[in-house]
């Protein structure tokens, strides 16, 4: 299972750093991303990390903001967000999948912590 933490109310221009512990028995997996949904939108990707390369994907709207990393030893992975915009609230998701940009090739989903940016 994947557990998310880190979310909570940060400024305009502040950072927040959400983690992600994945847990239970092994399975292969290719990659683990961060998704989002704020209210009245669709789920959209945020950043992914294939695991075998630590490659590297971005959505335009954070990129030079988040960074997505890991800690294999820790089976975590973390997504550091700085420069908050009040546009980047909403309930972000961990999930485990392929190296993609698609909900549905993830496979297996954290519970969503929320992220809330004041202006």
């Known amino acids: 299972q994947l557990q998310a933490s880190g979310g909570g109310l940060a400024q305009a221009g502040g950072s927040l750093r959400l983690s992600c512990a994945a847990s239970?028995?092994?399975?292969?997996?290719?990659?683990m991303g961060w998704f989002r949904q704020a209210p009245g939108k669709e789920c959209e990707i945020v950043a992914t990390?294939?695991?075998?390369?630590?490659?590297?994907y971005y959505a335009d709207a954070v990129k030079g903001r988040f960074t997505v990393s890991r800690d294999s030893a820790k089976n975590t992975v973390y997504l550091e967000m700085n420069s908050l915009k009040p546009e980047d609230t909403a309930v972000y998701y961990c999930?485990?999948?392929?190296?993609?940009?698609?909900?549905?090739?993830?496979?297996?989903w954290g519970q969503g912590t929320q992220v809330t940016v004041s202006s």
């Open positions: 999930a485990a999948g392929y190296f993609a940009i698609r909900s549905r090739d993830y496979g297996l």
């Open positions: 239970g028995r092994s399975f292969s997996v290719d990659a």
């Open positions: 990390i294939r695991l075998s390369d630590s490659s590297t």
